[in-house]
Nanobody
Framework: QLQASGGGWIQAGGSLRLSCAISGLTVSNYGMGWFRQAPGKEREFVSAIKWSMNNKYYANSVKGRFTISRDNAKNTVYLQMSSLKPEDTAVYYC???????????????????WGQGTQVTVSS
């Protein structure tokens, strides 16, 4: 139901856009989040958007560099990543959450559905 794509290898300072195509869900009832997980680390919050209100949230580590957006017609959420750093290297996952509580957006265990993940590798 969630299909993430767009990852790859890129040099530090470059940009990538991740996509998460959503099917089988009424997207207006969900928030969508991006998380990432580096080897040996826990899954961490990157960004989220409340689909119906278009409210956007970012981790401090990516604020000003990453932008989350959504396309209603395509049922797709994007994560535009710029000024990438080696520490951004991780597998990136998109998730869908039914809870309307803002604080829940930051917690991976609150998400109802996950995509398969896409690898982002930033080389120095």
């Amino acid at each position: 139901q969630l299909q993430a794509s767009g990852g790859g290898w890129i040099q530090a300072g470059g940009s990538l856009r991740l996509s998460c195509a959503i099917s089988g869900l009424t997207v207006s009832n969900y928030g969508m989040g991006w998380f990432r997980q580096a080897p040996g680390k826990e899954r961490e919050f990157v960004s989220a958007i409340k689909w119906s209100m278009n409210n956007k949230y970012y981790a401090n580590s990516v604020k000003g560099r990453f932008t989350i957006s959504r396309d209603n017609a395509k049922n797709t959420v994007y994560l535009q990543m710029s000024s990438l750093k080696p520490e951004d290297t991780a597998v990136y996952y998109c998730g869908a959450i039914r809870s309307p509580i803002t604080s829940s957006l930051y917690q991976p265990m609150m998400y109802n559905y996950w995509g398969q993940g896409t690898q982002v590798t930033v080389s120095s």
